[in-house]
């Protein structure tokens, strides 16, 4: 599908870019090296791909001025290229936002607040004394339970749940005594939360997403969790009650923060990663066990069952030794 056809020139300006060769070349679409052809706009950012830039077939490429060479067609340079692909992305692109105003089948209670110029999608419920700030686009089927807050130019999408019940019960002789959840949710402005996640109201607080924070798909961010600003996740990450995550941090897709730690700001966990402690000093972490041939796993996997009595053994022998050394 075609986009808003645009010059090099025109993103250029718009981009903060430079060009190099033809400014009044005119794209209509981002495509992969691989498959842009001439009326297409590529980009270059990951090294792995450095082969595919000579031998595509793009009209232009967007690229970093130390890669310029690596191009034959009309350029974009820009010191951040996938940030600059991200921008010209969001010119070029074919499909505009939900238009704003409220679909005749969303349920929005009498005591709702709206603000300027939003968009409501079909079968959309806000609840009672919700807020939705201004420029806010909710798509079709999210739900935002009673008293939830939700800044200027958030972008909700599809199934998403803000404010359902936090999981809090306690243990009487067997049996689950539920714990009402009285806080709400609170979101920043420009956030983005993808679709079917689910945030969960504050047991007492609140829960709160500061702003400009990025959510993918499927993601469960439990009780009265504290995410900072500029944070992003990808998609099915699980977060605990009561977690509290810095600001510009990362996490990767399924990676698990349990409840009740705290992580600083500017870390970045990789992906499918068991956070278990506090992480008090900015950096990348990480904790999956690296994949391996089904056998070969199988039989790491039976080591690691002796490891603690291994431990035993080789301590045991160190004493020993020291032991021996220590004879005259």
Known sequence: MTGHPQTLAFLARRTGGVVEGDASLTVTRVATLKEAGPDDIAFFANP????????????????????????????????????CFARVAQLLDPHPRQAPGIHVSAQVAASARLGRDVSIG??????????????????PHATLYPRVRLGCNALVHAQVVIGSDGFGFANDHGRWIKIPQTGT??????????AGTTIDR?????????????????????????????????????IAGSADIGSFCTVGGGAVILGHLSIADRVSISAGALITKSIATAGTYGGAYPFAPQREWLRNAAHLRHLDSLNERVSDLAKRLKHLENKP
């Open 48 to 83: 792995k791909y450095r082969l595919d830039v000579a031998a595509s077939g793009a009209g232009a490429v967007i690229l970093s001025p130390d890669n310029a060479h690596l191009a034959r067609s009309p350029k974009l340079l820009h010191d951040n290229p996938y940030a």
């Open 122 to 139: 079909a079968h959309v419920v806000i609840g009672e004394h919700a807020e939705v700030g201004d420029g806010c686009v909710i798509y």
């Open 185 to 194: 949710v609170v979101i920043g402005d420009d956030v983005e939360i993808g």
């Open 202 to 238: 504050g047991a007492l607080g609140d829960t709160v997403i500061g702003d400009g924070v990025k959510l993918d798909n499927q993601i469960q961010i439990g009780h009265n969790v504290r995410i900072g600003a500029h944070s992003a996740m990808a998609g099915c990450v699980g």
